[in-house]
């Protein structure tokens, strides 16, 4: 399994739709995290976008699974990148 930074950037104004879509989201990023696939993730510039740590065979594996998020089906993101991480000092135990 190789590690991946993704970054998420909000649609322009999408807080009012996020605050309605965010349960599901939080939900699915725990059913992530509760099978160890996402290690890490969190808010970012003061909630403009987030920024997630996860495991997965390929890039393309990691979109199809973030895919899923209700942030995503509902057009919330208005931008991802997926880049595989080498992690050189420190670690995720």
């Known amino acids: 399994m190789a590690?991946?930074?993704?970054t998420y950037t909000y649609a322009e104004n999408s807080g009012a739709d996020r605050?309605?879509?965010r349960p599901a989201h939080k939900d699915f990023l725990?059913?992530?995290h509760e099978s160890g696939r996402l290690r890490?993730?969190?808010p970012v510039d003061g909630g403009s976008g987030a920024l997630l740590v996860i495991e997965g065979g390929s890039?393309?594996?990691i979109a199809a699974v973030l895919d899923a998020?209700?942030?995503r089906t509902a057009g919330l993101i208005g931008a991802?990148?997926?880049h595989e991480?080498?992690?050189v000092f420190g670690g995720l135990a």
């Open 3 to 6: 590690t991946f930074a993704v």
């Open 19 to 21: 605050d309605n879509h």
């Open 30 to 32: 725990a059913g992530l």
């Open 40 to 42: 890490v993730s969190g």
């Open 59 to 61: 890039a393309q594996e």
């Open 69 to 71: 998020d209700p942030f």
């Open 80 to 82: 991802r990148t997926i």
């Open 85 to 87: 991480w080498s992690i």
